[in-house]
């Protein structure tokens, strides 16, 4: 059974940083990109970052780039996610996801596995 789990979520002052984990079980995604979402309270879930299966190729919102940084460690089937300079509107849930390929990485219709979500809240 396939099961992501998130982690290192928490509240921040603005300008902190977080690291978010992403831990993957069940089969190896060594071969698959993987992305992150986040999702503001009575907002949709938008795209914040991806990453391709050697983690050569990074992919970015425009409103992270420059602040988050996406990784992957294929030897322990995890992803991360720093984020530093962190402000109040990157307040969210965020979610890792294992895309179906490399086409639609900046939508979530384009990812097949979803982890549970870690809130992280930045507090000005």
């Known amino acids: 059974q396939v099961q992501l789990v998130e982690s290192g979520g928490g509240l921040v002052q603005a300008g902190g940083s977080l690291r978010l984990s992403c831990a993957a079980s069940g089969r190896s995604f060594s071969s698959y990109y993987m992305g992150w979402f986040r999702q503001a309270q009575g907002l949709e879930r938008v795209f914040v970052a991806a990453?391709?299966?050697?983690?050569?190729?990074?992919y970015y919102a425009d409103s992270v780039k420059g602040r988050f940084t996406i990784s992957r460690d294929n030897a322990k089937n995890t992803v991360y996610l720093q984020m530093n300079s962190l402000k109040p509107e990157d307040t969210a849930v965020y979610y890792c996801a294992v895309a179906r390929d490399y086409l639609s990485i900046r939508q979530s219709s384009g990812y097949e596995y979803w982890g549970q979500g870690t809130q992280v809240t930045v507090s000005s």
């Open positions: 990453i391709g299966w050697s983690g050569g190729s990074t």
